[in-house]
C-alpha cells in the first residue's frame, strides 16, 4: 500500500515561507516523477510543480521564481520551500508521484494560509 503523508503547512503572513514535506512509504518501484499541486475554494486544482528522477525541475509560471521543489531519493521525501507567499497561494497543498510501474498516487493535503 503506497501512502504519501504530507507536512508543513499552516498560517503564514504575505512575504513569508514555508516548507512542505511530502514521505512516501509503501512503494516497491522507484518514484519517477514527484510533484505538488494545489487546490484553492472554490477553484480546480492545480499543478504546482515536478521533479524527474534525474532532479530536472518544472514549475508554474506563478510560483517560479519563489518556490523550490527538491526531493531526497534516500528518504523518499519530497520538499516544496515556499518564499514570498501571497494570499493567492492559500490552498490545500498535495503531493503526487509517478511510479516506474505506470500508477501515480496523491497524498491528502496539507492546508497552506497566507493571510496578514
Known amino acids: 500500500q503506497v501512502q504519501l503523508v504530507e507536512s508543513g503547512g499552516g498560517l503564514v503572513q504575505p512575504g513569508g515561507s514555508l516548507r512542505l514535506s511530502c514521505a512516501v512509504s509503501g512503494s516497491s518501484y522507484s518514484s519517477y516523477i514527484m510533484g505538488w499541486y494545489r487546490q484553492a475554494p472554490g477553484k480546480e486544482r492545480e499543478w504546482v510543480a515536478r521533479?524527474?528522477?534525474?532532479?530536472?525541475?518544472y514549475y508554474a509560471d506563478s510560483v517560479k521564481s519563489r518556490f523550490t521543489i527538491s526531493r531526497d531519493n534516500a528518504k523518499s521525501t519530497v520538499s516544496l520551500e515556499m518564499n514570498s507567499l501571497k494570499p493567492e497561494d492559500t490552498a490545500v497543498y498535495y503531493c503526487r508521484i509517478w511510479t516506474t510501474d505506470g500508477n501515480s498516487y496523491w497524498g491528502q493535503g496539507t492546508q497552506v494560509t497566507v493571510s496578514s
Open positions: 521533479i524527474t528522477s534525474g532532479s530536472s525541475t
